[in-house]
C-alpha cells in the first residue's frame, strides 16, 4: 500500500482544519489502558471539540495568552494529544521540563503532590485521568483546578485572541525552543507507510516521539492508538483489529 502524501499544512489549527473539511467522522485518537480495560476513540470532530473546550480553558480559566509556556506532567493518556491541540491553537507553547518557565502545569493525580507542595508556584489544573475525564472523587488542595469541573462549562467554539502562526513557538526545552512551523516540517520529512494508522505504547511527550509518533501520522492524514500499561500479548490482535500500518513498542526498536 502506497504511503499517503502529508499534508502542507504549516500551522496545527491550519491542520486540524483540514482535517476537518476531509473526513471529520474517522477515528483520530484512539487509547487503550490495558490494565484498566478502557478504550476511548476520539473522531477528527470529537478531537477537535475537545481541542476547543481545552484552549478556551486555559485562555479563560487559567488565563494564558499566546507566547506562554504550559508544563505538561502527564502520563501516556489520550488527553496528551489534546492539550497539545489546545495550547498550539492559541499560540501557547508546550514544555515537560519544570525548570522551563511556565505559568500553569497540567497533571495528573500522581504528580499533583509534588506541584503543591510549594506554595506561590505556577497553576495547576489537575487531571483525574478517569473516563471522560470526569472530575477528582476527593476535594483537591486549595487553588487547584479540577480539570473535570473546569472543561464541560467551556464553549465549544474556539476564538484565538490572535492567528497562530507558523514561527509560533510549540515547544520549549533547555536546549531551546521549537515552532509549529519546525515541528510540522520534522514531521513531513517522517512519512509512514499506508494510511498512516499508528499502533505504539510510546509516550507522546518523551523525546523524539512527539513528532514520529503524533504529528507525522496526523500530518499525512492518518490517526494514532496509543497504548498505556500494554499487555504483551495484545500486539498482534488489536493491530489487526485497529488496522494499523506501523506498531511501535517501547521494549524494542522499530
Known amino acids: 500500500m502506497n504511503a499517503t502524501a502529508p499534508i502542507a499544512s504549516p500551522t496545527f489549527p491550519a491542520l486540524l482544519a483540514r482535517l476537518l473539511r476531509e473526513d471529520p467522522g474517522r477515528p483520530l485518537v484512539t487509547y487503550y489502558d490495558d490494565a484498566t480495560g478502557e478504550r476511548t476513540e476520539l473522531s477528527v470532530v470529537t478531537y477537535a471539540n475537545w481541542v ?51 505559568r500553569v502545569v497540567v497533571c495528573g493525580p500522581d504528580a499533583l503532590p509534588a506541584h503543591t507542595a510549594a506554595p506561590g508556584g505556577p ?37 484565538a485572541p490572535e492567528p497562530v502562526g507558523p514561527d509560533d513557538p510549540a515547544w520549549a526545552g533547555p536546549d531551546g525552543s521549537r515552532s509549529q512551523g519546525e515541528l510540522l516540517a520534522s514531521a513531513r520529512a517522517q512519512p509512514l507507510p499506508g494510511t498512516g494508522r499508528l499502533l505504539t505504547d510510546h509516550h507522546p511527550l518523551e523525546p523524539g516521539h512527539l513528532v514520529a509518533d503524533l504529528l507525522s501520522p496526523l500530518l499525512q492524514g492518518g490517526s494514532v492508538v496509543l497504548v498505556r500499561h500494554a499487555d504483551p500479548a495484545s500486539w498482534d490482535r488489536r493491530a489487526e483489529q485497529e488496522r494499523a500500518d506501523v506498531v511501535r513498542r517501547a521494549d524494542r526498536a522499530d
Not at 494564558?64 to 507553547?93: I, K, M, Q, T
Not at 471522560?132 to 462549562?153: E, I, M, Q, Y
Open 52 to 102: 476547543s473546550k481545552n484552549a478556551n480553558l486555559l485562555l479563560e480559566e487559567l488565563d494564558l495568552e499566546p507566547g506562554d509556556v504550559v508544563l505538561l506532567d502527564l502520563p501516556g493518556h489520550w488527553l496528551v494529544p489534546v492539550f497539545l491541540g489546545a495550547a498550539w491553537s492559541v499560540g501557547v507553547a508546550v514544555t515537560t521540563d519544570p525548570t522551563v518557565p511556565h
Open 123 to 159: 497553576q495547576v489544573l489537575a487531571c483525574s485521568l478517569h473516563p471522560f475525564a470526569t472530575r477528582f472523587p476527593t476535594a483537591l488542595p486549595p487553588g487547584v483546578v479540577d480539570h473535570g469541573s473546569a472543561w464541560p462549562g467551556q464553549s465549544d467554539v474556539l476564538v
